[in-house]
């Protein structure tokens, strides 16, 4: 798995505090095998723990017309044991996503422009960023 080695070749050769790794989602798009995934996973918070980093995993995306033609829910699950045993936190943006959009709090209709389109998914992106920083600051302040 791709993933796995750039974190050990690329981010920990830079000795980070925090890695907030996604994953998941290409893995479904392209059927890997969910066993070598979470293997994977859990090589690469075993070397990222070793090496004195903590480890936020985060699922994978949600989009309804997405979710008719792939299963996520194999990675999701696998990341989700895989996060829970190896000790690494967990940012569900999948579930977000996906209240969000069944709340009708962010959709984009098939004829939406492409600069609105973009600017509701930066948008999205912001919140989601804005809520990951919430939640890693709030874990900090954990005694």
Same mark, same amino acid.
């Given at each position: 798995m791709m993933m796995r080695y750039r974190v050990v070749a690329d981010i920990l050769? /830079?000795?980070?505090? /925090?890695?907030?790794? %996604? #994953? @998941? #989602? =290409?893995?479904?798009?392209?059927? /890997?095998?969910? =066993?070598?995934? @979470? %293997?994977? /996973?859990? =090589?690469?918070?075993?070397?990222?723990?070793?090496? @004195?980093?903590?480890?936020?995993?985060? =699922?994978p995306q949600f989009s309804p017309p997405t979710a008719k033609l792939i299963n996520f829910s194999d990675f999701r699950d696998v990341l989700l044991q895989t996060a829970s045993t190896q000790g690494a936190g967990v940012f569900h943006r999948r579930d977000i996503m996906r209240h969000l959009f069944e709340t009708g709090n962010f959709a984009i209709e098939p004829d939406t422009n492409r600069k609105a389109a973009t600017e509701a998914v930066d948008g999205l992106n912001a919140c989601l960023a804005q809520l990951l920083a919430d939640t890693v600051i709030q874990s900090l302040a954990l005694p």
């Open positions: 050769p /830079l000795a980070p505090a /925090l890695i907030v790794w %996604e #994953t @998941g #989602t =290409t893995d479904s798009i392209h059927h /890997l095998d969910p =066993t070598d995934f @979470g %293997e994977a /996973l859990e =090589t690469g918070i075993a070397r990222s723990h070793e090496a @004195g980093a903590d480890v936020v995993m985060i =699922t």
